[in-house]
């Protein structure tokens, strides 16, 4: 099921060959950036996801890293609110998950850190139990004291806690836009999925240099 899609050659003709794709579903809406109404999410960028030696290892997504720290930096740089989520979860608040994983990603493991490249860049930590980041957190709470009304999404993993995030995002008014060399899936067909479903109504799916000239320029 796991495989390698991205890697350093080819992740800027993937994607863009995966915005072609689903272009004809997104009806190519342009991304117009309300600055002061935006903020950033990296999801789930931990160690449990990104090394190599762990059993839930993405293959690509260290290759999303330096996207999602030069989308972080840009962000930062516009005094833009960063989130970074770190995904935990014990017995009580596992729910289905506890039934579906045979592991659960506890507080006290270190695997449950943040990469230390994204850390490191800097954003506010936000603690959640389930896929989606907006369950039993205070993120949509944060963002409207922000007055926040685009959102951008970066992480792992697209189909899951990217996707449920996005929707959620969506049915409470955000805009949200995806950078699909910004995010990482096990496969392929998870990843192109997500924005086949996604680029309809929910998201806006972009390139990562896109969204950084447009965050320069402005």
Same mark, same amino acid.
């Given at each position: 099921?796991?495989?390698?899609?991205?890697?350093?050659?080819?992740?800027?003709?993937?994607?863009?060959?995966? /915005?072609? !794709?689903?272009?004809?579903? *997104?009806?190519?809406?342009?991304?117009?950036? =309300?600055? %002061?109404?935006?903020? +950033?999410?990296?999801?789930?960028?931990?160690?449990?996801?990104?090394?190599?030696?762990?059993?839930?290892?993405?293959?690509?997504?260290?290759?999303?890293?330096?996207?999602?720290?030069?989308?972080?930096?840009?962000?930062?740089?516009?005094?833009?609110?960063?989130?970074?989520?770190?995904?935990?979860?014990?017995?009580?608040?596992?729910?289905?998950?506890?039934?579906?994983?045979?592991?659960? /990603?506890? !507080?006290?493991?270190?695997? *449950?850190?943040?990469?230390?490249?994204?850390? =490191?860049? %800097?954003?506010?930590? +936000?603690?959640?139990?389930?896929?989606?980041?907006?369950?039993?957190?205070?993120?949509?709470?944060?963002?409207?004291?922000?007055?926040?009304?685009?959102?951008?999404?970066?992480?792992?993993m697209t189909n899951l806690c990217c996707e449920s995030t996005a929707r959620t995002a969506f049915v409470k008014g955000f805009d949200v836009v995806m950078p699909v060399d910004a995010t990482a899936a096990y496969n392929y067909e998870f990843h192109l999925a997500t924005f086949l479903n996604l680029a309809y109504l929910f998201a806006r799916p972009v390139k990562t240099k896109t969204l950084l000239d447009l965050l320069k320029n402005a």
């Amino acid at each position: 099921m796991k495989e390698q899609y991205f890697t350093e050659e080819n992740i800027d003709l993937e994607s863009q060959a995966m /915005i072609d !794709e689903v272009k004809y579903y *997104s009806g190519m809406r342009m991304f117009k950036p =309300d600055f %002061g109404h935006m903020a +950033l999410l990296v999801v789930d960028m931990q160690n449990y996801f990104l090394d190599p030696d762990e059993h839930a290892f993405i293959p690509s997504a260290p290759l999303i890293i330096p996207n999602i720290i030069e989308t972080m930096q840009a962000c930062l740089k516009k005094k833009m609110p960063v989130f970074i989520t770190r995904h935990i979860n014990n017995d009580a608040n596992a729910g289905m998950m506890g039934i579906r994983w045979h592991e659960l /990603i506890k !507080e006290n493991d270190p695997r *449950s850190e943040i990469h230390k490249r994204i850390s =490191d860049v %800097g954003g506010k930590i +936000l603690k959640k139990t389930q896929f989606d980041v907006f369950h039993e957190t205070d993120l949509d709470q944060q963002l409207r004291a922000a007055n926040v009304k685009q959102l951008i999404i970066t992480g792992v993993m697209t189909n899951l806690c990217c996707e449920s995030t996005a929707r959620t995002a969506f049915v409470k008014g955000f805009d949200v836009v995806m950078p699909v060399d910004a995010t990482a899936a096990y496969n392929y067909e998870f990843h192109l999925a997500t924005f086949l479903n996604l680029a309809y109504l929910f998201a806006r799916p972009v390139k990562t240099k896109t969204l950084l000239d447009l965050l320069k320029n402005a």
